[in-house]
């Protein structure tokens, strides 16, 4: 069985940062692409960012140049580096992975942590 666990979110006002972390584990045998998405109230949840096994890394437009994603492969973990915050970026934020058990692979996500900007 594989677990995700996120922290790190919380409340801060606009301009601040927040760092969250996300850390697998259980029966895991290598994980593939590790990402962050976001859910706000009444909207669709979207990706914000993703980094692939290589390194590479993709960003929504709106948190580009704001943002940070890294991965640290040895803690099977995750990271995001949130500045600049803005109103807008209060969300639930949920890490996902793609993650090869030996048996299947598929995505598996955390249980979403708090991300609230005040203005």
């Known amino acids: 069985q594989v677990h995700l666990v996120e922290s790190g979110g919380g409340l801060v006002q606009a301009g601040g940062s927040l760092r969250l972390s996300c850390a697998a584990s259980?029966?895991?045998?290598?994980?593939?692409?590790m990402g962050w998405y976001r859910q706000a109230p009444g909207k669709q949840r979207e990706l914000v960012a993703a980094?692939?096994?290589?390194?590479?890394?993709t960003y929504a437009d709106s948190v580009k140049g704001r943002f940070t994603i890294s991965r640290d492969n040895a803690k099977k973990s995750v990271y995001l580096q949130m500045n600049s915050l803005e109103p807008e970026d209060t969300a639930v934020y949920y890490c996902?992975?793609?993650?090869?058990?030996?048996?299947?692979?598929?995505?598996?996500w955390g249980q979403g942590t708090q991300v609230t900007v005040s203005s």
């Open positions: 980094i692939t096994s290589g390194g590479t890394t």
């Open positions: 996902t992975c793609n993650i090869n058990t030996g048996f299947r692979t598929r995505d598996y």
């Open positions: 259980g029966s895991i045998r290598s994980i593939n692409t």
